[in-house]
């Protein structure tokens, strides 16, 4: 297959903002997530612009780092739809990871079909997610964990394997705390549809939790 | 998200309002969870999870 995953960390690599006209842009994470390090400018989706990762059992896209960087309109997704759920010691169980970002904005995300989490945000600080849409995961929709300070209003996760909306903290967070979250809606959740599993200080408000599972068997 | 080696803090100072919580245990699931079936997890490390739910529309006088 072709691999626009090299010219994509190449493009975000560059020091400049980024532009992603419409597209699919197919992405190899047969070895791994493309990883994008210290972007720290905008990266913005044209609507029909999308990212799919080839190898649906693995992270497709992983951003680390940066300063007010702002991701508007990513739209990611795999080439067929995942089935695996990364238990049983899966790592690294997410599509797509915001992870250590100083005052990100992160606006109109649309991840369907995603691997286990379908977006991870970890150890940001001042974090805004906003206008958010997850389509079936295997887990989570949007996790949450270890952020000072987060802010998201407008989610709708639709399909999720495990908790629609999940707020944590650990040890390895530093005390890393706060966040409101509203207008979240949550549609046949297979796990709880708003969870807490650490944080503090967190206000969730204006939401709708509308089905979510019965105890499994197995 | 809830198994002890995950090793997550104990929340506190949630605050949750304005919600509509409906069709709870309603989507079939292969996996057997705790704590689901409120719609609202707090969870503790492996502790108890929330329990029961109180709801209180402090909006509506009598």
């Known amino acids: ?218 | 998200m809830s198994d002890r080696s995950q090793n997550y803090l104990v929340p506190g100072n949630i605050t949750v309002s304005h919600g509509v919580v409906r069709g709870v245990g309603s989507v079939s699931d292969k996996v057997s969870r705790r704590g689901t079936q409120h719609g609202i997890q707090f969870y503790s490390n492996g502790g108890a999870n929330l329990g029961g739910l109180l709801f209180n529309d402090s909006s509506s006088t009598p």
């Open chain 1, 1 to 218: 297959m072709d691999n626009d995953g090299p010219a994509l960390q190449c493009a975000l690599s560059s020091g400049y903002s980024v532009y992603v006209p419409a597209g699919t842009y197919l992405v190899d994470n047969s070895a791994g997530p493309l990883v994008i390090r210290n972007f720290s400018n905008t990266l913005q989706f044209a609507s029909l612009a999308e990212v799919t990762c080839n190898t649906p059992n693995k992270a497709c896209l992983i951003f680390s780092g940066g300063t007010n960087p702002a991701f508007l309109n990513l739209h990611v997704t795999y080439s067929s739809v995942p089935t695996n759920d990364c238990r049983n010691g899966g790592t690294l169980c997410v599509t797509v990871m915001f992870d250590g970002q100083n005052s990100p904005v992160i606006r109109g995300t649309f991840v369907e079909n995603a691997w286990a989490i379908a977006i991870s945000v970890n150890n940001t600080y001042n974090t805004q997610v906003l206008s958010t849409v997850i389509q079936h995961s295997t887990r989570d929709g949007l996790f949450l964990q270890d952020n000072q300070k987060i802010f998201v209003n407008d989610l709708v996760v639709t399909d999720a394997g495990d908790d629609c909306l999940g707020f944590h903290s650990t040890p390895a967070g530093n005390g890393r705390n706060g966040g409101t979250a509203s207008n979240i809606t949550c549609i046949s959740t297979r796990g709880a549809g708003i969870a807490f599993a650490g944080g503090t200080d967190l206000t969730v408000s204006d939401f709708v939790v509308n089905g979510t599972s019965v105890r499994g068997s197995t």
